[in-house]
Nanobody, 114 residues
């Protein structure tokens, strides 16, 4: 059974940082490209960054230069380091493959507010 568990969210002031984690179980994690997605209130879920199984990363313009994705295949975990956070980064953050073939986890709430 595939299980994705996101963690690390919270309330942070503008300009602050958070590091999110997503642990996967029940899958062969290392062969999959993994993405971080987010869904803001009233908006559709969007892909903001992904990392290939070899470690190459790609970023949406909205987060480029501020967010860094990484992975630890030995721990079946993908990370998202978020710096210089803005109020518009407020959303629930999820991870999944690029084809979103795995069941979605519960996500982790990130709120950027003063």
């Amino acid at each position: 059974q595939v299980l994705l568990v996101e963690s690390g969210g919270g309330l942070v002031q503008p300009g602050g940082s958070l590091k999110l984690s997503c642990a996967a179980s029940g899958v062969i994690f290392s062969i999959n490209a993994m993405g971080w997605y987010r869904q803001a209130p009233g908006k559709q879920r969007e892909l903001i960054t992904f990392i290939t199984h070899t470690g190459s990363a790609n970023y949406a313009n909205s987060v480029k230069g501020r967010f860094t994705i990484s992975r630890d295949n030995a721990k079946n975990t993908v990370y998202l380091q978020m710096n210089s956070l803005k109020p518009e980064d407020t959303a629930v953050y999820y991870c999944n493959t690029l084809t979103t073939e795995w069941p979605w986890g519960q996500g982790t709430q990130v709120t950027v507010s003063s």
